[in-house]
């Protein structure tokens, strides 16, 4: 029996279902809680963040290239949406959102989203790092009920101030939204590590805000809680015509661009970890990134935030056993029947105890970890990278730190293109011919990454698959960390990947590459 139309975008079974239907509840818990946290953090009202994620489970869900990878807001753009807001107002917003979304839609169809993988490690690591600082710096004003001011630098300057004045005498409010925002990420931080196995399904997040609300409720705490408008669905309207004029303005331009292009290397960079995570379809980068761009599209139509694949809820949902996209479906369907149903309760949420939640998001994203991992494997220069954006992200803005890293990394690989260019090849081993084997030669740098990943995912499956380095000359971190995932892919699927030839660093460079995933 041929699978109609409706069941090829969300095929349903009992089977599936089973496993869906409570991976979507999970999913929903986790994300009703960061999706207001997000949108406040990016200064408009939480129903928008709440917004975006309906569209990115009833609509990205079904066209998704990533079946078990969730869309929604993301904390990597609440820098760029707080200060496009603060400067040219919430309106411009939609009109911009939808140029970006054309954007990604049309880079789908030039079949691009491979290229996006090409980005260094190095680079969007240093990215995450930098808003994971922003976002901490804002958030530390948020939990005691102030305002962020408009820049990283100011905020951090500001704390002193802000400190000083939530220890004043007349200032019991403020400290009362501190206690709601340490109890936040107090009760966050320990479910996460202490919590039982047959709750280990529980979000953390989720555990948090209802420890900070219960506490200002049961203590009477006059506390800035999140306002709900009376009808929010009500009150989405469409872009007015002076606001789609002024798209052609160069500064309007350069947003769409910036929010195109750092929310589909999120998008494709979540998507490609979340494939490590399971065994199932793998991504199709392409489609993927025509998704991102519809979904896009109609949040600046209706009013919502940018959407991203979002590591965090796609995480949750794997580990909650989805098998299809139904999960990513339903978990939209369950926060529009919330916001319809029992929009009241988000009125009793304190805006310490969302911030609380992005203190601890922020931090996880300006890990140190990532530098540590980058030295261990990559040296001082690829740790130079990530510490220079992280830094000018921070200092500058968003899109300088990215450049700069770009910057950085090209002139990281001019020595080694001066060793060759990279040359592929797909055979037999020589004493073996049922053994398939990749030959490289040349340098291998971030510039054939789509080549490579193209000829390594022609290997087959099953038994073992040789990479062949002897006459490669160099390799960069990126090319290797792309084969690292590969062989995880492979191992996953029971394909041994051995590497022969060469010597010295450069071959214990692949062959730790190759070894680290099929350990686990």
Known sequence: MRAGPMQRFLPLSRETLARDLPASFVVFLVALPLCMGIAIASGVPPERGLITGIIGGLVVGLLAGSPLQVSGPAA??????????????????????????????????????????????????GMLAGIGVLIVLAQLHVLTDAAPKAGGLDNLIA??????????????GSLAAVAVGLTTIAAMVGWERFRPARLKLLPGALVGVLAGTG???????????????????????????????????????VAALTLAVIASAESLL???????MHDGPRTA?????????????????????????????????????????????????????FLVALPWVLTLVPTAALAGILVVTGWRLAS????????ARYGLAT????????VLVVTMDLLTGVLTGLVLSLLQVVPALRKGTLRIENAAAPERADVPEVRLSGAATFLQLPHLNAALERTPAGGAVRLSANDLKDIDH???????????????????????????????????????PQKD
């Open 368 to 375: 140190p970890a990532h530098a540590l991992h980058l030295h």
């Open 76 to 125: 990597g753009l609440a820098v760029i949406v707080f200060e496009f807001v603060r400067l040219h107002g919430l309106a411009m917003l939609g009109p911009v959102l939808v140029l970006a979304g054309l954007l990604q839609i049309a880079g789908g169809l030039l079949r691009v989203g491979g290229w996006f993988r090409a980005i260094s490690p190095a680079v969007v690591h």
């Open 215 to 253: 506490l200002a409720i049961l203590g009477g705490l006059a506390v800035k809680r999140v306002e709900v408008p009376d009808s929010i669905l009500g009150g989405l309207a469409l872009p007015v015509a002076g606001d789609w004029a002024r798209l052609a303005e160069p500064t309007m331009i």
């Open 285 to 337: 980068y392409n489609r993927e990134l025509g998704a991102q761009g519809a979904g896009n599209i109609l949040c600046g139509l209706v009013g919502g935030l940018p959407m991203t694949g979002v590591i965090v809820r796609s995480s949750a949902n794997v580990q909650a056993g989805a098998a299809t996209r139904a999960s990513t479906v339903l978990h939209g369907a369950w926060i529009l029947a």
């Open 383 to 390: 740790v130079g990278i990530w510490l220079a954006t992280m």
């Open 270 to 276: 979540s998507a490609a970890a979340v494939d490590r």
């Open 478 to 516: 990126t090319c290797l960390e792309m084969i690292g995932d590969w062989a995880s892919r492979k191992a996953a699927s029971g394909t041994r990947v051995e590497v022969v030839g060469g010597s010295g660093a450069l071959q214990d460079k692949l062959a730790a590459a190759v070894a680290a």
């Open 159 to 172: 704390i002193p101030r802000a400190f000083f004045d939530v220890m004043s005498v007349d200032q019991s």
